[in-house]
Protein backbone atom coordinates (compact mmCIF):
# COMPACT_ATOMS: atom_id res chain seq x y z
CA UNK A 1 0.00 0.00 0.00
CA UNK A 2 1.40 3.60 -1.24
CA UNK A 3 1.99 6.13 1.36
CA UNK A 4 -0.70 8.76 -0.08
CA UNK A 5 -3.17 5.70 -0.01
CA UNK A 6 -2.40 5.16 3.77
CA UNK A 7 -3.41 9.36 4.05
CA UNK A 8 -5.99 8.21 2.78
CA UNK A 9 -7.52 5.71 4.20
CA UNK A 10 -6.38 7.69 7.58
CA UNK A 11 -8.78 10.51 6.15
CA UNK A 12 -11.57 8.28 6.59
CA UNK A 13 -10.35 7.27 10.51
CA UNK A 14 -8.57 3.76 9.47
CA UNK A 15 -6.48 3.29 13.04
CA UNK A 16 -4.79 0.59 10.89
CA UNK A 17 -3.57 3.00 8.34
CA UNK A 18 -2.19 5.03 10.99
CA UNK A 19 -0.49 2.64 12.53
CA UNK A 20 0.93 1.19 9.02
CA UNK A 21 2.28 4.81 8.37
CA UNK A 22 3.62 4.69 12.13
CA UNK A 23 5.99 1.68 11.19
CA UNK A 24 7.35 3.40 8.50
CA UNK A 25 8.51 6.59 9.45
CA UNK A 26 7.96 6.34 13.50
CA UNK A 27 11.89 5.65 13.45
CA UNK A 28 12.95 8.20 10.86
CA UNK A 29 10.73 10.81 12.51
CA UNK A 30 12.13 9.93 16.03
CA UNK A 31 16.00 10.06 14.89
CA UNK A 32 15.54 13.73 13.44
CA UNK A 33 13.29 14.81 16.43
CA UNK A 34 15.92 13.58 19.04
CA UNK A 35 18.72 15.42 16.96
CA UNK A 36 16.92 18.35 16.68
CA UNK A 37 15.57 18.26 20.46
CA UNK A 38 18.52 16.26 22.09
CA UNK A 39 16.34 15.44 24.78
CA UNK A 40 14.60 12.23 24.57
CA UNK A 41 11.32 12.87 26.12
CA UNK A 42 10.64 15.93 23.90
CA UNK A 43 11.81 14.29 20.85
CA UNK A 44 8.98 11.75 21.63
CA UNK A 45 6.50 14.42 22.36
CA UNK A 46 7.12 16.10 18.70
CA UNK A 47 7.05 12.87 17.42
CA UNK A 48 3.55 12.45 18.83
CA UNK A 49 2.10 15.68 18.12
CA UNK A 50 3.65 15.02 14.19
CA UNK A 51 1.48 12.24 14.22
CA UNK A 52 -1.77 13.55 15.66
CA UNK A 53 -1.37 16.48 13.09
CA UNK A 54 -1.68 13.60 10.61
CA UNK A 55 -4.38 12.11 12.22
CA UNK A 56 -6.48 14.96 12.48
CA UNK A 57 -6.07 16.61 9.10
CA UNK A 58 -4.59 13.78 6.53
CA UNK A 59 -5.35 16.67 3.58
CA UNK A 60 -3.01 18.72 4.44
CA UNK A 61 -0.88 16.92 2.60
CA UNK A 62 0.47 18.50 -0.82
CA UNK A 63 1.46 15.48 -3.28
CA UNK A 64 3.11 18.51 -5.81
CA UNK A 65 4.91 19.69 -2.94
CA UNK A 66 6.86 16.29 -2.54
CA UNK A 67 6.64 12.52 -1.29
CA UNK A 68 4.72 11.62 2.37
CA UNK A 69 8.27 11.03 3.62
CA UNK A 70 9.06 15.05 2.91
CA UNK A 71 6.18 16.25 4.20
CA UNK A 72 6.33 14.26 7.54
CA UNK A 73 9.70 14.69 8.10
CA UNK A 74 9.36 18.23 7.76
CA UNK A 75 6.54 18.17 10.07
CA UNK A 76 9.05 16.74 12.24
CA UNK A 77 11.59 19.43 11.96
CA UNK A 78 9.46 22.71 12.44
CA UNK A 79 7.85 20.94 15.46
CA UNK A 80 10.94 20.16 17.40
CA UNK A 81 12.58 23.44 15.88
CA UNK A 82 9.81 24.93 17.99
CA UNK A 83 9.61 22.47 21.14
CA UNK A 84 13.16 23.40 21.55
CA UNK A 85 12.31 27.19 21.32
CA UNK A 86 9.82 26.72 23.89
CA UNK A 87 12.11 24.64 26.36
CA UNK A 88 14.81 27.60 25.59
CA UNK A 89 12.73 30.62 26.42
CA UNK A 90 10.90 28.26 29.79
CA UNK A 91 13.96 27.41 30.87
CA UNK A 92 15.35 31.11 30.66
CA UNK A 93 12.24 32.27 32.69
CA UNK A 94 12.50 29.99 35.24
CA UNK A 95 16.55 30.18 35.99
CA UNK A 96 17.68 29.35 39.70
CA UNK A 97 19.41 31.52 41.62
CA UNK A 98 23.66 30.56 41.87
CA UNK A 99 24.49 28.71 45.16
CA UNK A 100 25.70 32.00 46.25
CA UNK A 101 22.27 32.97 46.54
CA UNK A 102 22.83 36.02 44.15
CA UNK A 103 20.92 36.18 40.42
CA UNK A 104 22.28 34.19 37.44
CA UNK A 105 22.32 36.22 34.35
CA UNK A 106 21.85 34.65 31.05
CA UNK A 107 23.91 36.09 28.66
CA UNK A 108 21.63 37.61 26.09
CA UNK A 109 20.66 35.71 22.84
CA UNK A 110 21.55 37.22 19.54
CA UNK A 111 20.25 40.85 18.97
CA UNK A 112 16.97 41.54 16.85
CA UNK A 113 19.71 42.64 14.11
CA UNK A 114 20.92 39.17 13.61
CA UNK A 115 17.54 37.55 14.40
CA UNK A 116 16.08 39.63 11.11
CA UNK A 117 19.19 39.14 9.10
CA UNK A 118 18.79 35.10 9.78
CA UNK A 119 14.76 35.93 8.87
CA UNK A 120 15.83 36.86 5.74
CA UNK A 121 18.48 34.16 4.96
CA UNK A 122 15.96 31.33 5.70
CA UNK A 123 13.39 32.98 3.44
CA UNK A 124 15.74 33.11 0.60
CA UNK A 125 17.06 29.73 1.50
CA UNK A 126 13.30 28.52 1.29
CA UNK A 127 13.07 30.29 -2.27
CA UNK A 128 15.58 28.42 -3.74
CA UNK A 129 14.61 25.76 -2.35
CA UNK A 130 11.09 26.05 -3.93
CA UNK A 131 12.44 26.54 -7.39
CA UNK A 132 14.29 23.21 -7.50
CA UNK A 133 12.61 20.49 -9.21
CA UNK A 134 10.64 18.00 -6.98
CA UNK A 135 12.94 15.31 -6.99
CA UNK A 136 16.29 16.96 -6.14
CA UNK A 137 14.06 19.00 -3.65
CA UNK A 138 12.86 15.29 -2.22
CA UNK A 139 16.36 14.06 -1.79
CA UNK A 140 18.00 16.68 -0.35
CA UNK A 141 15.56 16.92 2.33
CA UNK A 142 15.43 13.65 3.04
CA UNK A 143 18.97 13.73 3.28
CA UNK A 144 19.72 16.82 5.02
CA UNK A 145 16.62 17.21 7.18
CA UNK A 146 15.73 13.70 7.45
CA UNK A 147 18.99 12.86 8.33
CA UNK A 148 19.31 9.76 6.01
CA UNK A 149 22.17 8.77 4.06
CA UNK A 150 22.47 8.41 0.05
CA UNK A 151 21.58 4.52 -0.11
CA UNK A 152 18.38 5.14 2.03
CA UNK A 153 17.21 7.75 0.28
CA UNK A 154 17.39 5.51 -2.77
CA UNK A 155 16.13 3.38 -0.84
CA UNK A 156 12.81 4.97 0.56
CA UNK A 157 12.07 7.27 -3.09
CA UNK A 158 12.36 4.10 -5.27
CA UNK A 159 15.42 4.83 -7.67
CA UNK A 160 18.89 4.13 -8.14
CA UNK A 161 21.63 5.33 -5.51
CA UNK A 162 23.44 6.87 -8.55
CA UNK A 163 19.59 9.03 -9.55
CA UNK A 164 20.15 10.02 -5.82
CA UNK A 165 24.05 11.10 -6.04
CA UNK A 166 22.93 13.39 -9.36
CA UNK A 167 19.69 14.72 -8.01
CA UNK A 168 21.41 15.95 -4.95
CA UNK A 169 24.70 16.93 -6.97
CA UNK A 170 22.81 19.14 -9.16
CA UNK A 171 19.95 20.62 -6.44
CA UNK A 172 23.28 21.38 -4.24
CA UNK A 173 25.10 22.87 -7.09
CA UNK A 174 21.65 24.89 -8.17
CA UNK A 175 21.14 26.43 -4.42
CA UNK A 176 25.46 27.48 -4.55
CA UNK A 177 24.31 29.40 -7.31
CA UNK A 178 21.26 30.50 -5.98
CA UNK A 179 22.12 31.54 -2.75
CA UNK A 180 26.00 32.95 -3.63
CA UNK A 181 24.63 36.22 -3.54
CA UNK A 182 22.75 36.51 -0.70
CA UNK A 183 24.13 33.74 1.87
CA UNK A 184 28.35 33.53 2.68
CA UNK A 185 29.23 30.24 1.41
CA UNK A 186 32.81 29.60 2.70
CA UNK A 187 35.29 27.94 -0.31
CA UNK A 188 36.97 24.75 0.43
CA UNK A 189 40.89 24.80 1.10
CA UNK A 190 40.62 28.11 3.41
Not at 59 to 66: E, I, L, S
Not at 158 to 174: A, D, I
Request: charged share 30%; hydrophobic share 40%; proline share 5%.
Amino acid sequence: MTDVTLLERIGDRSADALAQLYDRFGRPAYSLARRICIDEALAEDVVQEVFLVVWRDPGRFDPARGSVSTWLLTLVHHRAVDAVRREATRRRRTVAPSEDGEEWNVPPGPGADQAALGAVVAGKVRDALASLPAEQREALALAYFGGYTQREVASLVGVPLGTVKSRMFTGTKKLRSLLGPHVEVEEEGR
